[in-house]
């Protein structure tokens, strides 16, 4: 099976670039508002609970001012990525105590973990670069994210 970029599971509807939200489970509750614009979550409720008990686990404020929120679930059929900045930054109970700005969330079905680790291994890729992490923080525009993002996933 060939691996679809992270840019592949987006869409430029879904991005916030000005999130509203002052605390973790906010900013949680907003960025799923957004991914529910893809009209690809079979179970609403389901997907957001998950979410919140994979957050309960462990914080997914991986430090660098960048979290991600995710969920292995059933409350979807395909993998689905949304991508939000908060340019005030949000507490976010991230391991290097740092107030988190950028947001990759998605939801995973069940059944794909293999596509699932995938995903947050690129992730983790990407954001490695200090240079990727400014060009996202200064996009205007939702488009100007899926670009950033698949002009970095192609080095």
Same mark, same amino acid.
Request: net charge neutral.
């Given at each position: 099976?060939? #691996?679809?970029?992270?840019?592949?599971?987006?869409?430029?509807? #879904?991005?916030?670039?000005?999130?509203?939200? *002052?605390?973790?489970?906010?900013?949680?509750? &907003?960025?799923?508002?957004?991914?529910?614009? +893809?009209? %690809?979550?079979?179970?609403?409720?389901?997907?957001?609970?998950?979410?919140?008990?994979?957050?309960?686990?462990?914080?997914?404020?991986?430090?660098?001012?960048?979290?991600?929120?995710?969920? *292995? +679930?059933?409350?979807?059929?395909?993998?689905?990525?949304?991508?939000?900045?908060?340019?005030?930054?949000?507490?976010?109970?991230?391991?290097?105590? &740092?107030?988190?700005?950028? /947001?990759?969330? /998605?939801?995973?079905? &069940?059944?794909?973990?293999?596509?699932?680790?995938?995903?947050?291994?690129?992730?983790?890729?990407?954001?490695?670069? @200090?240079?990727?992490? &400014?060009?996202? %923080?200064?996009? +205007?525009?939702?488009?100007?994210?899926?670009?950033?993002?698949?002009?970095?996933?192609? @080095?």
């Amino acid at each position: 099976m060939e #691996t679809k970029n992270i840019s592949e599971y987006m869409k430029a509807d #879904t991005i916030d670039l000005n999130l509203e939200a *002052k605390n973790k489970n906010a900013v949680i509750k &907003e960025l799923y508002n957004n991914l529910k614009k +893809t009209g %690809l979550i079979n179970n609403e409720e389901l997907g957001l609970k998950d979410i919140f008990i994979r957050e309960e686990i462990g914080s997914t404020g991986i430090g660098k001012r960048i979290a991600l929120p995710h969920a *292995k +679930t059933k409350a979807v059929d395909e993998l689905i990525i949304t991508f939000g900045i908060s340019r005030n930054g949000v507490v976010y109970d991230s391991m290097d105590g &740092e107030n988190v700005n950028i /947001f990759f969330m /998605f939801l995973c079905p &069940e059944n794909k973990a293999h596509e699932y680790l995938r995903v947050l291994a690129r992730i983790s890729r990407l954001i490695r670069e @200090n240079k990727f992490i &400014e060009n996202l %923080l200064k996009a +205007t525009l939702n488009e100007e994210i899926i670009e950033i993002i698949r002009k970095q996933e192609m @080095n």
